[in-house]
């Protein structure tokens, strides 16, 4: 276990301005009393991941004030405002010059998907040309492991909101699926209506 959790860095896009939401960042949205960007840190690190990478946007400085990140590498996305693509970007290109060899990326905004749920895609790592994927019901979902070997072709065809979806959607025969949907649920927190699933 120990190779995995120093070759598999948790990446946690957060930079989200929460356009639906009124215009309130996913990262500052509070869950169980504590900012959700936190929630999603601690997630990464009970499921093995001791390197995480945050990418914040949406008021980043506010985010930082009132989150505690200790120990996690901050990284700035300042073209958030175009998309998730752009965040993913950034957050591949933070883990240079690391002994990272595969990222493990994250939402924010999917509370319902916990450290087992994410130690089960962890666990698929097997070196940097792995790619595996949480699966809900047989359908893709996240969290997803990236080894190195895909950055480029996943930062080349990351675009607007579309993050990995075109370069996985092109290698999907290389996926390695696992099933979560009997101890996460994968819902976004994308509207008003959504936030009764927070406590």
């Not at 690391?98 to 939402?107: E, F, G, K």
């Not at 893709?140 to 990351?158: E, Q, S, Y």
């Amino acid at each position: 276990m120990t190779d995995r959790t120093e070759q598999v860095a948790g990446v946690l896009l957060a930079a989200g301005g929460g356009r639906r939401l009124g215009g309130r960042p996913k990262a500052l949205l509070e869950h169980r009393g504590r900012p959700l960007v936190e929630h999603a840190v601690a997630v990464l690190r009970a499921a093995g991941c001791t390197r995480v990478h945050v990418v914040l946007g949406a008021r980043a400085d506010a985010v930082r004030e009132r989150a505690e990140l200790t120990g996690c590498v901050l990284v700035d996305n300042p073209g958030w405002e175009r998309g998730m693509g752009g965040s993913l970007r950034a957050g591949l290109a933070s883990l240079a010059g690391t002994p990272a060899r595969a990222a493990l990326v994250s939402l924010v905004d999917q509370p319902g998907i916990g450290p087992e749920a994410v130690a089960r895609v962890l666990a698929g790592y097997t070196d940097e040309t792995s790619l595996v994927a949480a699966a809900f019901d047989g359908v893709r979902g996240h969290p997803v492991l990236l080894g190195a070997a895909h950055w480029a072709g996943v930062a080349a065809t990351a675009t607007g909101d579309q993050g990995a979806r075109a370069y996985l959607r092109e290698h999907a025969g290389e996926i390695r699926l696992v099933e979560c949907g009997d101890i996460a649920r994968a819902y976004d927190i994308d509207t008003e209506a959504d936030l009764v699933h927070l406590e």
